[in-house]
Nanobody, 122 residues
Framework: QVQLVESGGGLVQAGGSLRLSCAASGITFRLNTMGWYRQAPGKQRELVARIISDGSTNYPDSVKGRFTISRDNAKNAVYLQMNSLKPEDTAVYYC????????????????WGKGTLVTVSS
């Protein structure tokens, strides 16, 4: 079974930092594209960061320069370092994995974690 388990969410003050972790099992982690997505109340799920197997990354403009995704293939883990947090960053953050070159599933990702809540106070 493939499992993705997020951790590290919580309540932080605006301007603060938080580091999310995602532990993966049941996959050949080093071969997978990994991503962080978030969904805020009343909003659609959106991409936060993506990292492919060679380590290259992608960020939307909304978080570029503030968030950093990284992976540790030896630990089967992916991380999201969030700095300069804003109240609008408040959302449930999800870890996702794509097992191959392309996926036909939602957002092009094959598996999802259950999410971790990040709340940024103003």
């Amino acid at each position: 079974q493939v499992q993705l388990v997020e951790s590290g969410g919580g309540l932080v003050q605006a301007g603060g930092s938080l580091r999310l972790s995602c532990a993966a099992s049941g996959i050949t982690f080093r071969l997978n594209t990994m991503g962080w997505y978030r969904q805020a109340p009343g909003k659609q799920r959106e991409l936060v960061a993506r990292i492919i197997s060679d380590g290259s990354t992608n960020y939307p403009d909304s978080v570029k320069g503030r968030f950093t995704i990284s992976r540790d293939n030896a630990k089967n883990a992916v991380y999201l370092q969030m700095n300069s947090l804003k109240p609008e960053d408040t959302a449930v953050y999800y870890c996702a994995a794509r097992l191959g070159v392309v996926s036909t599933k939602s957002f092009g990702m094959d598996y999802w974690g259950k999410g971790t809540l990040v709340t940024v106070s103003s």
